[in-house]
């Protein structure tokens, strides 16, 4: 199974030159790291800045710039700085190219819940509602289960809904996934993970047609 770097080496793949790319807090993070060398991409962080770079060495930490999550990062030549207002001016105005995002849970018709568990105090709903609303294109970076074992990709979401039918594709630890009309399509698995595996863990729709190629890290 994948780890989280290795998810987010994955989901790095998916990037394309010129680029503008969200990374929401969790694993989506990481993909800074992996950037494909050769793809030139400007990640957006939501609390104000375009160029954000990869999380600094020990020592090398500026308490000042930081990403939505709070997490020391950089900057890159030509990065900008500028207000939430403004931040939020590019989502909504559909600015952004691609979205990563975590998840609770994801339904096999693409409605993701990512920010609120009944009963549990919780900040706000953040950046992540406008991001669903106003990306070309939503990734999601997630564990395949929760911590009882259960299945969070679902037929539908038990938990309160972030957006409905965003979500085009789904990376775990188990494998990657288009989201289609027909629901989850596995397309690549992860290496030591066998298709079994993957649908006995899978309680939404899910496809698996042909052979499926094992990831390539």
Same mark, same amino acid.
């Given at each position: 199974? &994948?780890?989280?770097?290795?998810?987010?080496?994955?989901?790095?793949?998916?990037? #394309? !030159?010129?680029?503008? +790319?969200?990374?929401?807090?969790?694993?989506?993070?990481?993909?800074?790291?992996? /950037?494909?060398? *050769?793809?030139?991409?400007?990640?957006?962080?939501?609390?104000?800045?375009? *160029?954000?770079?990869? @999380?600094?060495?020990?020592?090398?930490?500026?308490? !000042?710039?930081?990403?939505?999550?709070?997490?020391? %990062?950089?900057?890159?030549?030509?990065?900008? @700085?500028?207000?939430?207002?403004?931040?939020?001016?590019?989502? #909504?105005? *559909?600015?952004?190219?691609?979205?990563? &995002?975590?998840?609770?849970?994801?339904?096999?018709?693409? =409605? /993701?819940?990512?920010?609120?568990?009944?009963?549990?105090?919780?900040?706000g709903m953040g950046g992540a509602m406008d991001l669903v609303a106003s990306a070309q294109n939503i990734i999601v970076a997630m564990q395949h289960t929760n911590r009882a074992g259960e299945s969070k990709l679902l037929s539908q979401c038990t938990l309160p809904i972030t957006g409905l039918r965003c979500v085009r594709k789904v990376v775990t630890e188990l494998g990657? @996934?288009? /989201?289609?009309? #027909?629901? @989850?399509? &596995?397309?690549? %698995?992860?290496?030591? +993970?066998? +298709?079994?595996?993957? %649908?006995?863990?899978?309680?939404? #729709? &899910?496809?698996? =047609?042909?052979?499926?190629?094992?990831?390539?890290?």
């Amino acid at each position: 199974m &994948l780890d989280k770097n290795q998810i987010a080496k994955r989901i790095a793949q998916e990037l #394309r !030159d010129g680029m503008y +790319v969200n990374l929401g807090i969790g694993i989506p993070t990481l993909v800074a790291n992996y /950037i494909p060398e *050769g793809v030139q991409v400007v990640l957006q962080s939501e609390n104000g800045l375009l *160029g954000m770079g990869p @999380f600094p060495m020990e020592g090398e930490e500026d308490a !000042d710039v930081i990403n939505a999550g709070k997490q020391t %990062i950089t900057t890159i030549p030509g990065s900008a @700085f500028f207000d939430s207002a403004m931040s939020f001016g590019m989502i #909504r105005a *559909g600015k952004i190219d691609l979205t990563v &995002l975590g998840a609770m849970e994801v339904a096999d018709n693409g =409605d /993701i819940a990512n920010w609120k568990i009944p009963g549990k105090m919780v900040k706000g709903m953040g950046g992540a509602m406008d991001l669903v609303a106003s990306a070309q294109n939503i990734i999601v970076a997630m564990q395949h289960t929760n911590r009882a074992g259960e299945s969070k990709l679902l037929s539908q979401c038990t938990l309160p809904i972030t957006g409905l039918r965003c979500v085009r594709k789904v990376v775990t630890e188990l494998g990657v @996934f288009d /989201i289609t009309t #027909r629901g @989850f399509e &596995l397309r690549e %698995i992860a290496p030591g +993970v066998t +298709v079994e595996d993957v %649908i006995a863990k899978t309680a939404g #729709r &899910l496809v698996v =047609d042909g052979d499926i190629k094992t990831i390539v890290l």
